[in-house]
C-alpha cells in the first residue's frame, strides 16, 4: 500500500528570505508534498516559524496548473496541542508530533484529526515505537527519523533503516492506508536504500534547497528511486 513514492523538500533549507518564492520553485521542480519543520526552542534546540507563516505560504503551495500540494507539517514542539490546532487552521494537511511531546498521544491524535487534517507520529533514532500498538488504528503516517531533530544537514543514521523495515511490517499487518515518511540525511545516493526499507515517502532539505538546480536533484532521487523493483 502507499508505494508511490512522494518527495517532500524540507523548506528548513530554504531561504527564509524568500520563502514563497522557493516553495513555488520547488513545487515547480517536481515536489509532492511541502514539509514544514516546527521547532520550539524548547523539545529541539532551535527555533523555526509558526502558524502565521503556514498561513502565508499557504496560497503557494499549488502546483503552477493550479492543484494544491499537500503542506505536510512536522512538530517538534511540547507541548502539542495547542500549536497542532493552530497549524490545522492555517492550512496544514499533515499534521505529525512526536509522542513523547504529548501527555496523551491518543488524545492528540483525535484532535488533530477532528480538524480535518492527516495525523502523524514521529519517532527519533533511540525512540521505540510501541505506543503503536495502540493508535496505529487512527494514523495516517509514521515519520522515521534518521537524524536526531533540531537541525538540517546531519548524515543519515543507518539504523534508521532496520526502524523503517520494522514500521513496514507494523503498515502491513495493520492493512491500513499509512504512509510512511523518512526525515534526515536523505540524498540522491541514499534514497533508494532507504525505499528498499519499506519507506515511501521522502523528505529532503539541503541536498535540494543546498543546490541550485532543484529539478535536477528531484529527477535524481525519482531516477535512483526508478531503479529498484517495489
Ligand atoms: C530535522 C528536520 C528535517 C531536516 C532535514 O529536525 O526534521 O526535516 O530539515 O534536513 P536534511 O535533509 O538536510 O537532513
Ligand atoms: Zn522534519
Redesign the pocket.
Known sequence: MSKIHRIAP?I??ADFARLGEEVKNVIASGADWI?F?V?DNHY?PNLTFGPMVCAALKPHAKTPAGQAVPIDV?L?VQPVDALAQAFAEAGADYISFHPEASGHVHRSVQAIKAKGCKAGLVFNPASPMDVLDWVIDDIDLILI?S?N??????SFIDSALRKIEQARKRIDASGKDIRLEV????KTDNIARVAAAGADTF?????IFGKTDYKAVIDAMRAALATRAS
Open positions: 524540507s528548513l533549507s514539509h519543520d521547532m529541539v512536522h517538534m527519523m537524524v531533530p533540531g537541525f538540517g544537514g546531519q526525515d534526515g540525511g536523505i523528505v529532503a532539505g539541503s541536498a
